[in-house]
């Protein structure tokens, strides 16, 4: 059983395809779900880690592999967030043993992203890339900790995501590793296009520019402080 | 001491940020960037001093000064100072003052963290932040489309560059069990003759992450597009970051010693960059694009030589390369606004060649250039490796630069018999008079360069050898590329004979040759359709998926 709702929270295909039907049917919970979600796994992680055989750890790369073509046409920041979670998170099951590990180091990010998105949301009524944009002139204290959460999310050194996917990386040969390796190119691409068109371009003159205050700048800024630290120890 | 390096440029980035004034923050700035020049000079000189060794904080956070490192420091240090020091005037009153200062300290210490790392993945670390701080640099003017979107380009690129250095150093580290630089040499050297094959694969994939970086075909095309960037980012991406690819090179030397394949691939992609980025360059009407090629093309030498074994020469090069370029770049400005202010092209001898098709009239009878063209550069070429007490024809590397030497120096002497001049034999002797220079220093200080890098003598021998080709292939290859030489001078001679500097038979396959220089040989449609390709498929992937859930 509680592998079964493994299969749900750390989503591989046809699974995933139930999380996703659920994901839009949630709501106002939908704006919260990758956090939500992320923690319900982790919970059920933290019972005990699972075993993982063959099959299931083909079905994680193909899943991981059909998300991540799928984020490359996503346009709403915070359903990026929710792609991003599927194509990244079913890779936690090619080692199960450290499934713990590789999930929070993923979720620190995540969930500091939709937090974030969550406050340009409340500004312009939609989280849609094309709502916004000129955002780094007007609002630096988000931009800055809106990329800094996307870099931590995308694994790049030296954030702890990368050391977690990494981990994952080595385990396997030559062929995976590649795959795996092209799939992160493609999530970078997937995630500095989108946002760049929000941070970077011309300010709209019909926007109220309003910048994170500090009750929510400072907690997401060490929260982000670990996930960069960490790994240096 | 050697932690520190990159350390420094953290702290003034840190601290610039929280600076209101900009004179402040240029000060404080330009004092981090003197420091850590120092301290990287003092480096250089223990380096040099046989005090070469490796400190650690954590297994991590470990750092290694050796010959490479202190030297690459050192050049990396030296360029960033006077890109700090011309960018105080030059982003005055710009906006985001603090922001560029702190990002271009942040870039300096990503690279400086690469050229120092000991542990296998902080040199990813710095290698990947490099990368990702350029992006925030080249989009500095974030107005501006184009410096958005080329931008992203870029990321693109240095991600799949990347994504192959990772490769490479997860196969090195998981074949022989060590994630420390010292370790994995040390291994290397003990079993590498049972491991040929994964260093084969790593040697190939370390290849392939310098090719990204250093900008060679087909992953070029971000440099010469990223001009919308400031100009100090440009002579800094220009004169340092690009050279990362020749570093990266040298610092896995010892893979080369037992892997050949990386080295062949280098060879050929460094011609093909080399050749294609000079050809481009020429038909650039923009003068930063221009230069860009011209980095492109001077990489692509600078790998080339890496593929024939002269690491050393290919550090001397990018260092040569880097100072010239950097001066050139900040230059870049000053003939724009200079050409700006004077609408009218002075008509000289070029433009009379180039615009009027107006051949100048010699002074001299055409075989004396001829002679000297041949024989004065071949001269020298030998002369100067004599000197050097480099045996220029022991191995086919050496061969090739002799060869390369004397074709460049060649087609510079060239020139001024095909543009004439108001008194050609005295700008015939200002031409060999540097040229001698150029080549007595290129010979001289590349040898010095090998000794100071490669003490281990045996190493850099087993890298010459292993860069080598079949005899014959080799010969043959030597003939075609004179042959191309010679046709070319013939037919300047021709064209001169008949008074037209474009023959007619061949004017109609000159002109689509140049059609597709001035397309870039359409290397941004195809980036653009894969692009294209990419998302179709993405959006296919979707619209299934979706029609799955609904």
């Known amino acids: 059983m509680r592998k079964l709702l493994l299969l749900f929270t750390v989503p591989v295909l046809p699974f995933s395809l139930a999380t996703e039907y659920l994901y839009a049917r949630t709501g106002v919970l939908k704006d919260l779900f990758v956090p939500v979600l992320g923690l319900l796994a982790l919970f059920l992680v933290s019972l005990g880690a699972p075993e993982a055989g063959g099959l299931l750890k083909f079905l994680a790369v193909v899943t991981s592999l059909v998300y991540t073509l799928r984020l490359l046409v996503v346009e709403e920041l915070l359903g990026w967030v929710f792609m991003y979670y599927l194509s990244v998170a079913p890779l936690a099951w090619l080692k199960p043993e450290q499934m713990l590990m590789y999930l929070v180091a993923f979720l620190f990010p995540l969930s500091a992203l939709t937090f974030l998105l969550l406050h340009l949301k409340r500004l312009a009524g ?59 190119v493609l999530w970078n691409w997937s995630g500095f296009k989108l946002f760049s068109a929000v941070l970077f371009g011309r300010p709209r003159e019909d926007f109220r520019y309003e910048d994170v205050g500090s009750e929510l700048a400072f907690p997401i800024f060490f929260l982000l402080l670990v996930v960069f630290i960490l790994p240096l120890f | 001491m050697v932690g520190l390096l990159p350390l420094l440029p953290i702290i003034s980035a840190v601290t610039v940020v929280f600076l209101k004034e900009e ?13 850590t020049f120092l301290l990287s000079l003092y480096l250089l000189l223990t380096a040099l001093a046989g005090g070469e060794g490796v400190y650690a904080f954590t297994a991590f956070l470990s750092f290694r000064l050796d010959a490479l490192s202190a030297l690459m420091s050192a050049i990396v240090s030296f360029i960033s100072l006077v890109v700090h020091f011309y960018a105080g005037r030059y982003m005055q009153d710009e906006p985001g003052y603090a922001r560029f200062y702190a990002l271009l300290d942040l870039t300096v210490s990503a690279i400086l963290l690469t050229v120092t790392a000991e542990h296998l993945l902080l040199l990813f ?48 580290a998981e074949g022989f069990g060590s994630y420390e630089l010292t370790g994995l040499f040390e291994r290397i050297e003990q079993e590498g ?37 400031p100009t100090p980012v440009s002579a800094l991406m220009h004169a340092g970051i690009v050279n990362a690819g020749g570093f990266i090179v040298n610092r896995f030397a010892p893979v080369y010693a037992f892997a050949e394949v990386g080295l062949h691939l280098a060879f050929l992609v460094g011609l093909v960059t080399a050749v294609l980025g000079a050809l481009l360059m020429l038909v650039q009407p923009d003068v930063k694009k221009a230069l860009g090629y011209s980095t492109v093309g001077q990489m692509g030498y600078m790998m080339m030589e890496a593929g024939l074994g002269a690491f050393a020469l290919a550090v001397y090069h990018l260092f040569a390369h880097g100072v010239f370029k950097a001066t050139l770049f900040m230059s870049s400005g000053t003939v724009i606004h200079e050409a700006r202010k004077d609408p009218n092209i002075p008509e000289d001898e070029i433009y009379k060649f180039f615009v009027e098709r107006e051949l100048p009239p010699l002074k001299l009878p055409w075989y004396f250039f001829a002679l000297i063209t041949v024989l004065v550069p071949f001269g020298l070429v030998v002369f100067a490796h004599l000197a050097a007490g480099v045996d220029a024809f022991k191995y086919q590397g050496a061969v090739v630069l002799l060869f390369f030497g004397w074709i460049t120096g060649a087609q510079t002497v060239f020139s001024i018999y095909r543009y004439g001049a ?52 080799f010969e043959l290859q030597i003939l075609l590329l004179t042959a191309v030489a010679v046709a070319g001078w013939f037919y300047v001679y021709y064209a001169y004979e008949s008074k037209e500097v474009i023959i007619e038979k061949l004017r109609e396959r000159y002109a689509l040759l140049y059609r597709l220089l001035a397309r870039e040989l359409y290397f941004k449609e195809f980036y653009e359709k894969v692009g294209e390709l990419l998302t179709t498929l993405g959006r296919r992937t979707d619209e299934l998926f979706r029609g799955l859930v609904r």
């Open chain 2, 23 to 35: 004179k402040r923050v240029r000060r404080v700035s330009n004092a981090f960037a003197l420091a």
């Open chain 2, 193 to 229: 003759e049972q491991k040929r094959l994964l260093l084969e694969l790593a040697g190939t994939f370390v290849v392939l992450s310098a090719f990204a970086k250093s900008a060679q075909v087909p992953f070029h095309l971000w440099l010469p597009y990223t001009m919308e960037g």
């Open chain 1, 126 to 184: 939609t989280a849609h890339a094309r709502a916004v944009s000129g955002t780094a002139e007007y609002m630096p204290v988000w931009s800055f900790l809106t990329f800094t959460a996307l870099i931590a999310s995308l694994a790049v050194a030296p954030a702890y995501t990368f050391f977690a996917l990494y981990n994952v990386v080595a385990s396997y040969g030559l062929p995976l590793a590649l795959l795996i390796l092209l799939e992160w």
């Open chain 2, 422 to 473: 108001k008194s050609p034999v005295k700008t015939l002797l200002f031409v060999l008079a540097s040229f001698t220079v150029v080549i007595l220093g290129y010979v001289f200080i590349g040898h010095s360069f090998e000794r100071f890098l490669y003490p281990d003598q045996e190493l850099i021998k087993r890298i010459y050898l292993n860069a080598e080709i079949d005899p014959l292939i």
């Open chain 2, 125 to 172: 670390t710095g290698w990947s932040l490099t990368g990702t701080f350029l992006y925030f640099l080249l989009t500095h003017n974030y107005g501006r489309r184009p410096a958005v979107r080329y931008g992203l380009w870029t990321l693109v690129i240095q991600r799949l560059g990347d994504a192959f250095l990772l490769v490479a150093l997860l196969l090195l």
